[in-house]
């Protein structure tokens, strides 16, 4: 199982943290759930299934729904906000509480030693996914992807030629 990810959308993307990205899947999914509950935009329903995948199972990137019409896209931006502002109100998160999270079928979410996951590099993600479905995602130095990691800075890596 990879450490990395590859978030994409429409031909942009960044590299993530397996961990980052799939706390913050978490929390998205969370939104949505309430969303879909609240507004009946059952067309979330395929892209939750989907980012519960990509949680249990990060090895094939995180593929954003290129197929969205510009409304669509605009509720996952909220989304996203949405589960950022969460991320951060709730704090830090033991690896124990991590364990006990089931997002695709009974797969546990991996740590990799993490305890506790901070939730500022988990919420700096999430804002960096809005970004990118927003078309505002800062263009990375030349040669080189934005890395999300779960370190207190966002580095670069170089891209392969």
Excluded at 17 to 40: G, M, P, R, T, Y
């Amino acid at each position: 199982m990879s450490k990395t990810l590859f978030v994409e959308y429409r031909n942009a993307g960044f590299w993530a943290s397996d961990v980052a990205a799939s706390v913050f899947l978490k929390f998205l999914i969370e939104v949505a759930n309430e969303h879909i509950l609240q507004n009946q935009d059952e067309w979330l329903n395929d892209d939750i299934a989907h980012w519960r995948f990509n949680a249990g199972v990060s090895d094939c990137g995180l593929h954003l729904n290129n197929e969205w019409k510009p409304s669509q896209t605009e509720v996952v931006i909220v989304l996203c906000r949405n589960a950022v502002k969460r991320i951060r109100e709730n704090g830090d998160i033991p690896a124990s509480e991590v364990a006990t999270w089931r997002l695709f079928n009974d797969l546990e979410v991996c740590t990799r030693g993490f305890d506790p996951i901070p939730c500022e590099p988990v919420a700096r993600l999430g804002d960096a996914v809005a970004d990118l479905l927003n078309n505002t995602l800062p263009v990375a130095p030349h040669g080189h992807w934005w890395f999300y990691t779960l370190d207190n800075e966002v580095k670069t890596i170089a891209k392969k030629q």
